[in-house]
């Protein structure tokens, strides 16, 4: 059963203050459109750069999940992308004043609240899942933090740390669906050590901080000088050890809060792969780092495996267009009609076909005794597949003209030899609006992917 993308309803605000940077912070949540996926905006910079929420930005994790692109930073990333995760959102903008969200009470609690004031709505295109099935793994044998991921109906994760502590010992926390998210995760805080907490104060790192934000582990004895530095930084009369060991004016909402923190992490981090996963999540002592360096990995296998995934079709049945009704929605004549045929168009994709022969004129002199097709006439044929899917946009396509805008991450796989029959795909990345539309095109043959582009091509009326 096919499930719709989810975005907000409408935006909304929430302010507070960066745990490492001290900084206060105003950020905006923003319904974003399908295949939008999770993005942060830095209002407070000029041209307002936009970070998408992908693994390949992933520059440090010492102290949270850092993004980076291009010079513009987004600090201690998981704990918002974990909320949007948890309550099932697809596609969200998230616009910040400053380089780092608001870290509240150090959980994703105040985040879901806001989301699901802004309210959480469908969107008319389905989701993109990544259905596991065979096992991923990554090993740190430097720490021993692994990650596996395997089949699995439905979205789980288990977590399981060990600090090799007295203090923590060893916990383990499950979340069984994600729609439990909310009620058996979101609220559980982050937490450090007291050894820790020693070093940020002493590089004065831990400028937002304060006993409502973090739990603290006392795993060492508490010095006369570091409890002074304590009051100072979280702005306390008085600071104690409580019996179960951890620093006052906090009680645990759960005995195995460190370890469901954990999985909070997991969650927002693997948000970083940019679709939704379908599979079972085992993580032995996670990290951010552990937790990121998975992420890569599994993005990157997405990603192959999307793209050698040949579409197949049943050749002989009738197409959903011939040569002639193609003629009739698309501009171009022979010998520049590059599409036979057209096999599925729906408002989101375009399938269609192309049987390279001998004939074609372009192999007079590509090359003598080595004919081969050019990239170039390839290209083109994706673009004209997506003309088709523009133009079927508007009542009288016989009225408008075609042109190219711009083409972006062009790569040749094969040779496109006479004999071979070309089926190109091409799904929209974003909405087609004002006649542009942006695509995401592969060439397959011979089972094969030959050629792969992202293609920006725009309608206008004929003069």
């Known amino acids: 059963m096919s499930k719709q993308q989810k975005t907000i309803q409408n935006e909304v605000t929430l302010s507070g203050v960066g745990l490492h940077t001290g900084n206060e912070v105003t950020m905006v949540f923003k319904p974003a459109p399908v295949n939008h996926g999770f993005a942060f905006k830095r209002v407070d910079l000029e041209g307002t750069p936009i970070i998408e929420a992908k693994a390949e930005y992933v520059t440090n994790t010492q ?12 600090q201690t990333s998981e704990h918002v992308l974990a909320a949007a995760v948890g309550l099932d959102i697809d596609n969200l903008l998230i616009e910040i004043d400053a380089s780092e969200p608001p870290i509240m009470d150090g959980s994703s609690k105040f985040f879901i609240k806001a989301l699901e004031e802004a309210g959480i709505v469908e969107q008319d295109a389905e989701i993109e899942e990544y259905v596991v099935k065979e096992i991923i793994s990554y090993k740190d ?10 089949p699995s109906e439905e979205y789980q994760v288990t977590t399981m740390v060990d600090f090799g502590t007295k203090i923590l010992g060893t916990q383990n926390a499950t979340l069984d669906k994600i729609s439990d998210f909310k009620e058996n995760i979101s609220a559980a805080r982050t937490f450090s050590f007291l050894h820790e907490i020693e070093m940020l104060l002493e590089n004065d790192l831990i400028k937002g901080g304060d006993l409502n ?73 996670p990290g951010h780092l552990v937790n990121t360096l998975f992420a890569k990995k599994l993005a990157k296998i997405i990603k192959k495996e999307k793209r050698n995934n040949v579409p197949t079709f049943n050749l002989n049945e009738e197409p959903l267009m011939d040569i002639h009704k193609i003629m009739e929605i698309l501009p171009h004549r022979p010998p520049f009609l590059l599409i036979d045929r057209i096999l599925e168009l729906s408002d989101r994709h375009v399938v269609g076909m192309k049987n390279v022969t001998m004939n074609e004129n372009f192999f007079v002199g590509h090359f003598p005794g080595a ?21 079927n946009t508007v009542p009288d396509p016989e009225n408008y003209l075609t042109y190219f805008m711009k083409m972006d991450n062009v790569k040749f796989k094969q ?35 030959v050629v792969e582009a992202e293609l920006m091509a725009q309608i206008a009326k004929k003069q």
């Open 63 to 74: 102290r949270g999940t850092n993004l980076e692109k291009k010079g513009v930073q987004i």
């Open 141 to 150: 044998e430097t720490t021993g933090s692994e990650i596996i991921l395997m």
């Open 213 to 285: 934000n973090a739990i603290v582990y006392v795993d060492k004895e508490l010095s006369e000088s570091t409890t002074e530095k304590l009051k100072k930084a979280f702005k306390k009369d008085d600071i104690k050890i409580k019996s179960n060991g951890i620093l006052d004016n906090l009680e645990l909402h759960w005995a195995n809060e460190a370890a469901r923190h954990k999985l909070l992490d997991v969650i927002g981090d693997l948000a970083l792969v940019g679709t939704r996963i379908k599979g079972k999540v085992i993580a032995n002592k």
């Open 371 to 391: 004919p081969v097709m050019p990239g170039v006439l390839q290209v083109e044929a994706m673009a004209q597949c997506g003309g088709v899917l523009v133009l």
């Open 415 to 449: 040779k496109v030899l006479p004999g071979d029959t070309l089926i190109f795909k091409a799904e929209l990345i974003t909405p087609i609006r004002r006649g542009i539309c942006h695509m995401q095109a592969y060439g397959y043959a011979n089972n094969k992917i």
